[in-house]
């Protein structure tokens, strides 16, 4: 029976290690090459504790068993079934040269690979998404570059990252929203031809005066002011009735009836429930972002 492994990829300190991997189809660990990799002799025991216990579960990994990429705040890349391991010292192989290497290592970082074949009708079907993991529904085995995950089947972390709803962005939540919503603010006209910032009010993150924020305010070309919301994933009744919310706040405060559009990074599909809910009045215009503006 075929194992499932944790990999963490340090895509905070490696912006782009997790494509990286994708496209070199494998996972790799990193420590000093010199340090020694045959997996058939002793584990020299003045090496650092976390390249022991790296080591060791590195030799206990199979061919065939799963690998799932892991990612900072509970979120996963993919899942990938191991077809080889980079076993003898010769063929270290490092992602990262000496001259970006967080530590500037001699030999550079990240060069202890583990070869995979990648599942791509597993997750999102676009590598600037990831799968976010929800609450209830997480690895109990948090710790350490590499672990051996018990507490969840593959099948079950399947089903979980083929639930678009679960589906993020890379960049994360607040970073990307927040560039999102900046860039937008600064170039309305990429959103629609004619935008333009709001004229009285402060475009970014309008302040309402029961104190909640809107996070983009514009006018368009006949006059009429345009909220604009911007979330990272596919969006959601909430994220409709949110937005209404805020257009309603507007609609009181200036006696007018603004239009609402919600921009959102998640996949090209959307549900018939958030269809139909934007299509409720007052509507809702939904605009996928993709590259279109970053």
Avoid at 275 to 285: S, W
Wanted: charge should be positive; aromatic fraction near 8%; hydrophobic fraction near 35%.
């Amino acid at each position: 029976m075929s194992t499932l492994w944790r990999i963490y990829c340090m895509e905070n300190e490696y912006p782009g290690m997790w494509q990286r991997w994708f496209k070199e189809q494998c996972v790799a660990v990193g420590w000093a090459s010199q340090w020694g990799y045959p997996l058939d002799g002793e584990i020299d025991g003045n090496k650092p504790q976390a390249w022991r216990n790296a080591r060791k579960k590195i030799k206990n990994m199979a061919i065939g068993d799963y690998v799932v990429v892991a990612l900072r705040n509970y979120r996963v890349g993919c899942i990938g079934q191991i077809t080889g391991k980079a076993i003898r010292d010769d063929e270290w192989d490092p992602l990262v040269p000496r001259s970006l290497a967080i530590k500037d290592m001699e030999d550079g970082d990240m060069g202890r690979r583990i070869f995979v074949r990648w599942e791509l009708t597993t997750g999102p079907d676009n590598q600037d998404l990831v799968v976010q993991l929800p609450e209830g529904k997480r690895f109990k085995e948090v710790m350490g570059t590499v672990a051996k995950i018990s507490s969840m089947k593959v099948d079950q972390l399947r089903k979980i990252m083929n639930d678009p709803k679960n589906w993020v962005n890379l960049l994360g939540k607040f970073g990307y929203e927040k560039t999102l919503s900046d860039y937008i603010g600064n170039y309305p006209n990429r959103l629609e031809d004619g935008l333009l910032p709001y004229s009285y009010r402060k475009t970014r993150e309008n302040r309402f005066k029961d104190g909640s924020r809107s996070d983009v305010l514009l006018i368009d070309r006949s006059n009429r002011a345009v909220v604009v919301e911007c979330k990272q994933h596919s969006p959601s009744v909430d994220n409709i009735k949110q937005l209404r919310r805020y257009m309603k706040r507007l609609q009181r405060e200036t006696g007018k009836d603004p239009r609402g559009i919600l921009v959102h990074g998640g996949a090209p599909k959307i549900s018939p429930e958030v269809i139909t809910e934007a299509e409720r009045p007052p509507r809702v215009e939904i605009v996928r972002e993709v590259a279109r503006f970053l």
